[in-house]
């Protein structure tokens, strides 16, 4: 239990359909626990007030070190190395269904629940991860790196649910927290200015700004700092040679500490038909047909895109895309699905 609406009615439901339910409230972050950004002292509060009201027991555990370890070293190594990680897939695969399963049958379990939108399906023997009815809230995509095993023991009574009704049900049954703004930002470090937050881990490199033909347009502060498709914040605005078109990041040349920039949404060099992947990670526990079409998104907020694996050696694979994909970041995710089945994903190379 987050504090949150999701997880609050997770509860509720749960409670209403007979089952035993004791609340979790997980504190993963510490390192500037008193800032302003940091909410988790509200959260709490709002957890327990919202377990009085359902009438469960509830507790509150500390993974701070299992989240430094497992996310946090991960997610700067990644932005270190130029790429662009997503730490809400880690943390789900390490912490919510890992360090949390772990506890969670420690106390003597059967299953763990959270507020995520999707569903789990068993279908001879092998648990299937598909999407939720309301597609605009659908979270299948953070949750792609989850195992038979993990799978197993989750439950997402919200998979049937619009984010409408989980508010409409929160305020009937007298949840304070009916209208809480949903949280955003990375995975329980919150919403806080990115670039002073990273600073305080990785220093900056400045170099130059560069056009793919090499015409210095300005200086970056350090290509950790910056991801592919990136508009704002390039300091360099729209129009520099009069056409009014904005800039965006196309690529990072790592060797010359160059930040490669282009004008216009629509530039060819934030535009691929393919891509290569690593860490190639399927729910099933095996490779689907590659002589089958499929369909994929390379980021979160992307309707599925027609594509073909076209070729799996160990946990690499190749994907190439019937129309062009927009800003492919190394590091992000690409995850894979089968109509509303979710098959696993890669991370992009």
């Known amino acids: 239990m987050s504090g ?3 997880s609050s009615v997770t509860a509720l439901l749960l409670k209403q359909q007979g089952f035993e339910v004791i609340g979790l409230f997980m504190k993963n972050w510490e390192d500037d626990d008193n800032s302003e950004y940091c909410s988790s002292r509200q959260d709490l509060l709002d957890a327990v007030a919202v377990a ?3 009438g469960i027991p509830i507790e509150a555990v500390n993974f701070a070190g299992e989240y430094k370890d497992r996310v946090f070293s991960y997610f700067l190594r990644e932005y270190e190395a130029g790429r662009t990680p997503n730490p809400d897939i880690l943390c789900n695969s ?7 399963l772990d506890h969670a049958i420690r106390l003597g379990a059967d299953a763990i629940a959270t507020g995520h939108y999707a569903k789990v399906r068993e279908l001879d023997g092998t648990f299937q991860l598909l999407k939720a009815d309301d597609d605009s809230k659908d979270q299948s995509y953070f949750l792609h790196r989850l195992n038979q095993a993990q799978l197993s023991k989750a439950m997402f009574p919200l998979g049937g649910l619009l984010k409408s009704q989980v508010r409409a049900i929160a305020e009937q049954h007298g949840l304070h927290n009916h209208q809480k703004k949903d949280s955003t930002g990375i995975c329980f470090i919150g919403e806080r200015p990115f670039r002073e937050f990273l600073n305080r881990y990785l220093p900056t490199k400045p170099g130059d700004m560069v056009t793919p033909e090499g015409r210095v347009m300005g200086e970056h502060m350090g290509l950790a700092f910056y991801t592919l498709g990136q508009r704002q914040g390039l300091g360099i605005g729209g129009g520099k040679d009069g056409s009014g ?5 196309a690529g990072k040349d790592m060797t010359h500490n160059r930040l490669v920039v282009v004008q216009g949404h629509d530039h060819p060099a934030l535009a691929n038909t393919e891509l290569n992947a690593l860490d190639t990670h399927w729910i099933s526990g095996y490779a689907p047909d590659i002589s089958l079409p499929y369909a994929a998104k390379t980021r979160y907020r992307q309707a599925d895109a027609a594509c073909r694996i076209t ?4 946990t690499r694979s190749h994907f190439t895309f019937s129309q062009a994909q927009w800003a492919v970041t190394p590091g992000q995710s690409v995850v894979v699905y089968d109509k509303n089945v979710c098959l696993g994903g890669a991370i992009i190379e």
């Open 4 to 6: 949150g609406v999701d």
């Open 311 to 314: 070729s799996l050696d160990g």
């Open 52 to 54: 009085d009201t359902v």
């Open 245 to 249: 078109e904005p800039w965006f990041v």
């Open 94 to 100: 390490e912490i919510k269904f890992k360090a949390f």
